[in-house]
């Protein structure tokens, strides 16, 4: 399983920036995809992820409102979509996906069996 995470770059405080987290080898319909930052010196946070098998999306305080999850079935693909972007949201972004559990939360990044290798974002101010 190999999950790609792209769309990265340098964005100004204030713009837009969409990720996209592409999957070979695993279907994410039924699928629990997660996205998560680091960035330096920080702890790995959680966003927000999105349920495929309930059709439902769950955020952590860290997406305030200015991140969407999403997902295109027709291309096995799920987007972070990122407004308003503050230089605090400078990271390394990272994808990951779970088969199927129940979840009233985010999961924690340990309840993720797959993982992309991450696209930095940068916010300059």
């Known amino acids: 399983v190999r999950l790609v995470e792209s769309g990265g770059g340098l964005a100004q405080a204030g713009g837009s920036l969409k990720l996209s987290c592409a999957a070979s080898?695993?279907?994410?319909?039924?699928?629990?995809i997660g996205w998560f930052r680091q960035a330096p010196g920080k702890e790995r946070e959680g966003i927000g992820c999105i349920d495929n098998s309930e059709e439902k999306t769950y955020y952590t305080n860290s997406a305030e409102g200015r991140f969407t999850v999403s997902y295109d079935r027709t291309k096995n693909t799920v987007y972070l979509q990122m407004s308003s972007l503050k230089p605090e949201d400078t990271a390394v972004y990272y994808c990951?996906?779970?088969?199927?559990?129940?979840?009233?939360?985010?999961?924690?990044?340990?309840?993720?069996?797959?993982w992309g290798h991450g696209t930095q974002v940068t916010v300059s101010s």
């Open positions: 990951a996906a779970s088969t199927p559990f129940v979840i009233v939360q985010m999961p924690s990044e340990y309840e993720f069996d797959y």
């Open positions: 080898e695993f279907t994410f319909d039924d699928a629990i």
